[in-house]
């Protein structure tokens, strides 16, 4: 079983900065990949950002530039560091890790946190 716990959300205005973190917990083998995906009631679940193992960051065109995402991978935790925030970047905000269960090849799961909601204002 594997939890993933979210924190950082909340209200801000347009043009500041907030952070948030997710730790991932439980039992697990090891982290492939963690991220971030955010949605807004009426569209689809869109990428925020991800961050592999090594290192290796992607981002949703959107946020290139002003968020950041990183990792601790002793602590099994990601963040998202998010900066010049806008109006539209408001929703609610899903962490999520692409792990292995075991060392068995085809145990590699997708968990998904519960949501943290950002909301910002003009």
């Known amino acids: 079983q594997v939890q993933l716990v979210e924190s950082g959300g909340g209200l801000v205005q347009a043009g500041g900065s907030l952070r948030l973190s997710c730790v991932a917990s439980g039992s697990f083998f090891s982290i492939h990949a963690m991220g971030w995906y955010r949605q807004v009631p009426g569209n689809q679940r869109e990428l925020v950002a991800t961050i592999s193992f090594s290192g290796s960051t992607n981002y949703g065109d959107s946020v290139k530039g002003r968020f950041t995402i990183s990792r601790d991978n002793a602590q099994n935790t990601v963040y998202l560091q998010m900066n010049s925030l806008k109006p539209e970047d408001t929703g609610v905000y899903y962490c999520?890790?692409?792990?292995?269960?075991?060392?068995?090849?085809?145990?590699?799961?997708?968990?998904w946190g519960q949501g943290t909601q950002i909301t910002v204002s003009s």
């Open positions: 999520n890790v692409d792990l292995y269960e075991s060392s068995w090849y085809a145990s590699r799961r997708d968990y």
